[in-house]
């Protein structure tokens, strides 16, 4: 049976654009709503269209509520500085945002709210990371955010007996991400005959590619119990070696890629050898991404050739 209504923040980006279109296979309803009032009118598609609520205002947040009634499920994917990890406005505005609907909508009779968290909330750790790990070493800013609003999700859904989901998404790749991204780069650096400079890539990550984050969390809105749950591939591959591997399937020779031209970026987060354990996945939900990194990278491509 399909669930009858939906709201999405975040809509316009990378994953949201993914996500949106795929929820009407689960949804008779899915509406969009951004914080940002340009978004709605710079969107290119009719069909991304935003209704504007500004997160941080509980009033603002009741109007939209009393303009379309209470959805059966919120999917909280809007987040703002995404490219700054050290950025204080994590910390404030996007705390402040996140806190302000998870209040406002759970007093609403909100019944469930599946909030987008990050792998980086695991700090340092490195192996087989689970849900209840704590973490380790120093968060940045954006991690820390990110595990304030999930405290304060699951504190909010003990006092008003509701359901709070965080999904601690881990590295994500396809087509639609934004310019300067790793995997753009490398694409550019492609057509234009460029020999990339890049830096060390040395460390590593848990790469799941952007299709079966979309199939992930479609899934993770059928659980009926507040958790956290991991949503990765389960496998770490150092950087270095995606990146050779991505270059090689657009045809590029691999003694072309300038490793260690760069240093790493100021505020980078600790990247060791770790990756999602998907047990818990597999138990809410019976299933686990099992897509190739080859196949998400071919996937990747032919969505880039068919932009």
Not at 151 to 164: D, H, I, L, R
Not at 223 to 242: P, Q, Y
Not at 269 to 283: G, I, S, T
Request: hydrophobic share 35%; net charge neutral.
């Amino acid at each position: 049976m399909k669930i009858g209504s939906i709201w999405l923040t975040g809509a316009s980006g990378f994953i949201g654009r993914h996500l949106g279109p795929s929820l009407k296979e689960i949804c008779s309803r899915v509406q969009y709503f951004t914080n940002n009032k340009d978004a709605k009118t710079a969107l290119d598609d009719k069909a991304f269209f935003s209704h504007f609520m500004d997160f941080s205002r509980e009033d603002d947040v009741r109007r939209n509520i009393d303009l379309f009634g209470l959805p059966d499920i919120f999917i909280h994917l809007g987040w703002g500085a995404m490219t700054e990890p050290s950025s204080q406005e994590h910390l404030a505005t996007n705390v402040k945002a996140g806190e302000t609907v998870i209040d406002t909508l759970f007093k609403a009779g909100l019944e469930k709210f599946v909030f987008l968290g990050s792998a980086n909330e695991y700090g340092g750790r490195a192996g087989s990371l689970s849900e209840d790990m704590a973490p380790e070493g120093k968060l940045t800013a954006y991690a820390e955010g990110k595990t304030r609003v999930a405290s304060f999700g699951f504190e909010q859904t003990a006092k008003y007996n509701k359901k709070f989901i965080s999904i601690r998404l881990f590295n994500t790749f396809g087509p639609g991400q934004r310019e300067g991204s790793l995997i753009n780069k490398l694409y550019d650096c492609y057509r234009q005959n460029i020999k990339p400079e890049l830096g060390p890539c040395e460390n590593f990550r848990d790469y799941i590619h952007v299709s079966e984050v979309v199939e992930g969390i479609k899934l993770i809105c059928g659980i009926n119990e507040s958790t956290v749950v991991n949503l990765g591939s389960g496998k770490a591959i150092r950087l270095k070696d995606f990146v050779i591997l991505f270059w090689k399937s657009l045809g590029g020779i691999p003694d072309d890629l300038k490793f260690g031209v760069h240093p790493m970026r100021e505020g980078e987060p600790e990247q060791p050898y770790a990756f999602a354990n998907m047990d818990r996945l597999k138990k809410f939900t019976g299933w686990a991404p099992s897509l190739s990194i080859e196949e998400g990278i071919r996937l990747t491509i032919e969505g880039l050739k068919a932009k």
